[in-house]
């Protein structure tokens, strides 16, 4: 691929007549996206049938690969095509991968390609209208994942979305939303704030859909199976029985994905597509347990659950360090015990993971 190439698929992205399938079929037949690009009008109605080679002529001829570009690089949107070794694997392996994507914040913060990573990505979603039981079952699952490390995904839609994403956030994880416009677009308006909490606390904002494309309905489809695309599973918090949450269970059911549903009064409407999940197989979870032991991820210990468990000679210790971080000397003066007897509890709990040194030298709590 040369440097200029990926301007060609760019301005395919832009196109909204062509979609990754159309796109591959155009690669299969030309060879490369600046030879579909730069075709002729007669081989494009070969490839494309006569009313799409026309549209496209006339977009082709007004298209500014420049200042489309500048926008992008303006609006500090990072350009992923698949070609990019940053280009999640787990959407390039998707029948229909996206031609590019387009990425609000930093991804040095994400290793999704790196297989020696423990990174557990998981998708929650749910109906725009939760009832008070969807609110506490989306809240209390993101949250608890959270803290596991784990990387909570959605659309950041009104409801189950934007409630998975905050929750994600208050527990000082990371979440990834993917939206159905394009990335410089906040939509809905309402999550204005969430938009900027999730790029500011190290999270992503991504779309397929180059800037300035306004949300239409079948870009919420589309969406749907990138949220699941890049997750390990899926749990449907709430929805009804057509509720977009279902279809990305399909999607996620046929990329091979697991999903996950919570019991549900019968009596709620919003009830129906978990319960429509559950009599077709989907995993019926009560604690977030039941969604970590399927990925062998452990949940961390409170700080008064492991206070529990050690032993009663480091329990001063590790009450002084749950507070703030100290020097062994800093600990000695505090606890007033001699320096070496604080260097033999510091390296004992130390080597059962329950403290860590910091950059600055000082003993702090790991967990």
Sequence with gaps: MSNNDFLYELAFSYFPGIGPIKFDALLKHFGTAKLAYEASAGDLREAMGANLSCKFLGYRNNFDFDSEYKKITDNNITLLMREDLRYPSALLNLSDPPICLYVKGDLTNFHWNDESASELYFAVVGTRNPTEYGRQITTKFSRELSETGTIIVSGMAMGVDALAHWAALRAGGKTI?????????????????????????????????????????????????????????????????????????????????????????????????????????????????????????????????????????????????????????????????????????????ELSKIIEKNISGKYQIKI
């Design 177 to 349: 939303a993917f939206l159905g416009c394009g990335v410089n677009i906040i939509y809905p308006w309402a999550n204005t704030n969430l938009y900027h909490k999730i790029i500011e606390s190290g999270g992503l904002v991504i779309s397929e859909f180059p800037p300035d494309m306004v949300t239409l309905k079948g870009h919420f489809v589309a969406r749907n199976r990138l949220i699941s695309g890049l997750s390990k599973g899926v749990l449907v918090a709430e929805g009804l029985k057509d509720s977009g949450s279902l279809i990305t269970a399909r999607y996620a059911l046929a990329q091979g994905k697991d999903v996950f549903a919570p019991p549900a009064p019968i009596t709620s409407d919003q009830s129906q597509a978990p319960n429509i999940l559950l009599k077709d197989g989907a995993k019926l979870v009560t604690t977030v347990e039941d969604i970590l032991e399927e990925y062998d991820v452990k949940k961390k210990q409170t700080l008064k659950e492991t206070l529990k468990e050690i032993p009663e000679n480091q329990k001063q210790l590790f009450q002084l360090l749950s507070a703030e971080a100290f020097t062994p000397d800093e600990i000695a003066r505090s606890l007033n015990v001699p320096v070496y007897q604080v260097l033999s509890l510091l390296s004992t709990m």
